[in-house]
């Protein structure tokens, strides 16, 4: 009856605003109508997959089966989560991630690790650097701004800033069933132009496509989302998202981070490699680099912020390239980071560092949880310098570091 009511008042919405096609600077009716019914939602479930654009060509897939409880008491975002990993991706993903009360939830190989909002209050905030914006960990996931609540969130925030577009396009079929169709175009952070494609089930106006594209042109990419097997309003047990439940077992007396692997910590001997060089025949061996100083950095061709670290690197490269007591190396390992990828990647960029690559197991025994991450070993292997992420004082900390020791 309900789902009637909902169709029945959005047809009364659409014939009043027939021949509106397209609102400037205005909510368009139906589509606000739309985000405060999903902003109501109570608790939803869907498998969803995963296709997202790459700045240097190709497409990353993924899916994962989303369940969601709204909690109003809940001061991060509104809702908890549950986002598990598909069987065929979980190499790539891991196995799942959750947001449960005060604590982010994510599994690897099988061992979980959970960070608290008490214990790390910084991890679980959206930092500013320079230009760019790291987003708090509990909104790290793909899947996280497709949910129904942050689709909803969305074209509210888009009008309430009168900043916003709307196209209605003509209704749609997806999976066999009639959509509603939107194109939604607004700006983030007040310069990033984005465009966003919204398809929603007439039924019960859930959510049936998503595409989101950043800045429209040569380089823009984009994020699309399908939704099937969708479930809405189900009544969620009270006990489902519990740790006894999702996990099998209480992590609740066990300290933040359990079964995470303790990082690498300056003073340590540096993990010994072989790599092959991008360009070259031929392999490259820490071992074979004893009595200098070396420079390590992890980065990916899909990384933001790996493409902002370029412009460090080659200035080290410009400062330090001829200097016989100094190494500098650039190490991709990434699953997707194939040699043709990232020579294009460094065709673009105009990389000048030395290109090492195929080096997944080096990422692992290096414990690198994020891209880009620095390292700088002494002559004799130990680690002296260690930077997870990338802001423009990393340049500055590093160039100080190799002046002091190279005189």
């Known amino acids: 009856m309900k789902e009637q009511i909902m169709t029945l008042t959005l047809i009364l919405i ?4 027939q021949g ?14 739309i985000a405060d019914q999903l902003t109501e939602i109570k608790d939803f479930s869907a498998d969803c997959y995963l296709t997202m654009s790459l700045q240097y060509g190709g497409t990353m897939n993924s899916a994962t089966t989303m369940t969601l409880k709204k909690v109003a008491s809940d001061t991060l975002c509104g809702f908890y989560y549950y986002f598990k990993t598909h069987r065929e991706f979980i190499h790539r993903d891991g196995d799942f991630i959750a947001l449960v009360g005060d604590a982010f939830y994510s599994s690897i190989n099988g061992k979980i690790n959970k960070t608290s909002i008490i214990d790390k209050p910084e991890e679980f905030k959206t930092r500013k650097i320079e230009n760019g914006f790291i987003p708090s960990i509990f909104e790290s996931s793909s899947f996280f ?11 509210n925030d888009a009008y309430s800033k009168s900043e916003a577009i709307t196209i209605h396009r003509p209704d749609t079929i997806i999976n066999g069933k009639s959509c509603f169709n939107f194109i939604l175009k607004d700006k983030i952070y007040k310069v990033v132009p984005r465009k966003t494609v919204l398809c929603f089930d007439k039924n019960d106006l859930s959510p049936t496509f998503y595409k989101q594209t950043l800045n429209e042109g040569v380089h823009a990419q984009y994020k699309i989302i ?8 189900i009544g969620l047990k009270a006990s489902f998202f519990t740790e006894e439940n999702l996990f099998g077992k209480s992590l609740a007396n066990n300290s933040t981070n359990p079964t995470n692997p303790p990082s690498l ?44 670290a370029v412009k460090t690197m080659n200035k080290l490269e410009e400062l330090y390239g001829n200097n016989e ?18 020579k294009k990647f460094a065709e673009k960029e105009n990389i000048k560092s ?7 197991e080096i990422i692992e025994k290096y414990k690198v949880v994020g891209f880009p991450t620095f390292f700088i070993i002494d002559p004799v292997g130990k680690l002296i310098y260690i930077q997870k992420g990338y802001s423009k004082s990393v340049e500055t900390e590093i160039i100080k570091m190799i002046n002091e020791k190279i005189k």
């Open 14 to 17: 659409s014939l009043f605003s």
């Open 145 to 155: 701004n497709a949910t129904p609540f942050q689709i909803g969130k969305l074209i």
């Open 325 to 342: 007591k100094l190494e500098i190396f650039s190490v991709f390992g990434g699953e997707i980071d194939s040699p043709d990828r990232i």
């Open 354 to 360: 030395t290109i090492l690559y195929s080096a997944k």
């Open 265 to 308: 910590k300056v003073g340590q001997i540096a993990p010994q490699w072989t790599l092959p060089v991008l360009y070259r025949e031929q392999e490259i061996s820490s071992d074979k680099l004893k009595g200098k100083y070396i420079l390590l950095e992890f980065t990916g061709t899909w990384c933001g912020h790996c493409w902002d």
């Open 226 to 233: 399908e939704y099937k097997n969708k479930q809405i309003n």
């Open 20 to 33: 509106q096609m397209t609102s400037y600077n205005q909510p368009n009716p139906q589509l606000k109508f």
